[in-house]
């Protein structure tokens, strides 16, 4: 009976022996894996704010390089350019891309636009938005055959955007998107003539990728 209890504590010792090693490596390997996470999410966050440096950087040089193609449209009243830091967009009216009523780039239109799409060749891990918009006037009945509303007229733009920076300036497919609004986001009144002028506009929007996504 005693030898028994003898093996039994024996045993007990040896299970209490072998759990707290198992405790140890477990408490081990789990302060490891904590350690390797803590690096990674440093190593990541200094990547990030590289990558947003280095992004600001290039927004800024494409804003300036914008300013300088661009100055005659710009004086004119006929582009718009706004700088945000890490995003930039820019505003054409329509009559300097297209002609009334159509979704095809003008031969002025296709030059500006190759000035644009050279210099958002340079900057990095973006995203660029093209925006089409409309005054509320309808469709002429001549050319609803092609555009029964202001919404086919405003995507049917951005598309013709978009497709000429792909084609003719080699811009990533993969980094564009284009959107319709119709004439639900004026900017001015439609009342007037001048305000329906402000309204119909081509909006391009660049940005790094998760901050578009997440408009």
């Known amino acids: 009976m005693k030898n028994i209890l003898i093996i039994i504590l024996a045993l007990l010792l040896a299970a209490s022996i072998i759990a707290g090693l198992f405790s140890y490596f477990a408490y081990k390997n789990m302060n490891q894996a904590l350690h390797e996470c803590v ?3 440093s190593e990541e966050g200094k990547r990030v ?3 947003s440096e280095t992004q600001t950087k290039q927004m800024k040089s494409t804003y300036e390089g914008l300013l300088s193609g661009l100055k005659e ?3 004119k009243e006929e582009v718009t350019l706004k700088n945000f830091q890490e995003a930039l967009s820019i505003t054409f009216v329509d009559r300097i891309l297209f002609d ?3 979704a095809t780039l003008t031969p002025q239109g296709r030059k500006i636009l190759e000035r644009v799409g050279e210099l958002m060749k340079n900057v990095t891990g973006k995203r660029i938005r093209v925006t089409g918009h409309t005054d509320n006037i309808p469709i002429a009945p001549d050319f609803q055959f092609k555009f029964p509303t202001n919404w086919e ?3 049917a733009r951005a598309a013709s955007v978009v497709r000429y920076f792909q084609e003719k300036a080699g811009l990533d497919p993969q980094e564009m998107e284009t959107v319709g609004r119709s ?3 004026p900017i001015a009144s439609n009342e007037t003539k001048e305000g329906r002028a402000q309204n119909r506009r081509v909006e391009i929007f660049i940005a790094p ?4 996504k997440g408009k």
């Not at 990728?209 to 578009?212: A, C, D, H, R, V």
């Open 100 to 102: 009334f009523g159509k």
């Open 183 to 185: 004439f639900y986001q």
């Open 39 to 41: 690096k990674k999410a």
């Open 73 to 75: 449209q710009i004086e």
């Open 209 to 212: 990728q998760i901050e578009i």
């Open 49 to 51: 704010a590289q990558l």
């Open 153 to 155: 007229l405003s995507a």
